[in-house]
């Protein structure tokens, strides 16, 4: 029985068995199963959901168009040639499009019971203060230092002239840190303070640090794009559990 073709290079033909020994021997073929077996399972639940995940034709070759607007594809010689350089053809770019808007849906159907409790468990690191700091290595110099804010000298100048740190150059600024990241210590501080208050002098490891809450900024769900963020982590760990459940064999050698 002849080998099943999968590729020709140079017309010389490659069966799937070479193709299958040149991805082990590469160590991405746990990576080409993986993406085969993600890609069956969404097939799967979108064809299970279909009721569920009507899509509007006028949406989708909306989409198309504005792809193409995008991209400069308007001219039909433009967009011919652009299809044929991604090896693909009108088809396939359209059903490609209609398979965002379908998995878009899926996705809102699989984790719409979920999100708001994931929300709560996930906020303690979605949440996130603006924080500047001073990190010296001895409590005297912080203790001092924190006096010197105290009478009106400027935490920025004395950050750049002894903070040991390297946003000593960004005058002590930090940015946005989340809460969950914070060590214990800094977190039960920052949680009973305002914006604008000093903070300190704290140990941390064997040093002592001044921080200075610039401003918080909580998560909500009213993010868009932080609802999407979690919504898609949800979605991959429920992918995650379809796939292990899985039972897989493979077939060439």
Not at 219 to 240: G, P, R, V, Y
Request: aromatic content about 8%.
């Amino acid at each position: 029985m002849e080998p099943l073709q999968f590729l020709t290079v140079d017309e010389k033909p490659i069966g799937i068995g070479e193709v299958i020994k040149y991805l082990r021997a590469s160590g991405k073929l746990g990576h080409f199963i993986g993406d085969v077996l993600r890609q069956k399972v969404i097939e799967q639940e979108i064809k299970a959901k279909e009721d569920e995940i009507e899509l509007n034709s006028v949406i989708v070759e909306q989409a198309a168009i504005d792809f193409r607007l995008k991209n400069q594809l308007t001219e039909p010689q433009k967009f011919q040639e652009w299809l044929v350089k991604n090896n693909t053809d009108y088809t396939t770019f359209h059903e490609s499009i209609s398979f965002g808007f379908k998995l878009d849906k899926l996705k809102v159907l699989v984790t719409e019971g979920k999100i708001s409790e994931y929300f709560i468990e996930r906020k303690i690191f979605l949440d996130r203060v603006v924080l500047s700091r001073i990190i010296v290595d001895t409590r005297e110099l912080a203790e001092e230092l924190q006096t010197q804010i105290q009478e009106g000298v400027s935490f920025e100048q004395l950050a750049r002239e002894y903070s040991l740190t390297d946003d000593r150059i960004l005058n002590g600024m930090m940015g946005a840190v989340s809460r969950g990241t914070m060590p214990d210590v800094l977190r039960a501080a920052v949680d009973i303070a305002n914006a604008g208050d000093l903070l300190g002098p704290i140990q941390l490891e064997e040093r002592y640090g001044l921080f200075r809450v610039e401003q918080f900024l909580p998560a909500t769900l009213e993010d868009i794009q932080l609802k999407k963020a979690l919504q898609n982590e949800l979605f991959e760990k429920w992918l995650a559990e379809k796939i292990q459940k899985l039972t897989v064999k493979l077939e060439v050698k």
